[in-house]
């Protein structure tokens, strides 16, 4: 069997490009409240992160810090 390159189904497979988004790419979630209960927990940040991660919230319209990050991670 030959290789026709005039043949419409190779020439289509061979033109297709696979588009594939990337895994670790980060989405930023849209502020979204909810009236799901809450519970306090405590973690430690750099404050250049925690800095960072104010500013982020305030970008993102989050009336906190804490919310942002719920709703960062529940996103993913």
Request: glycine content about 0%; aromatic content about 8%.
């Amino acid at each position: 069997m030959a290789f026709n390159p005039e043949n419409k189904q190779i020439k289509k497979a061979l033109q297709k490009e696979e588009q594939v988004e990337p895994k670790d790419k980060l989405v930023i979630p849209v502020f979204n409240d909810e009236d799901e209960r809450t519970k306090n927990y405590t973690f430690s940040l750099q404050p250049s992160v925690r800095k960072r991660l104010d500013a982020l919230a305030k970008e993102h319209n989050f009336k906190s810090a804490s919310k942002f990050l719920n709703e960062l991670v529940k996103n993913m």
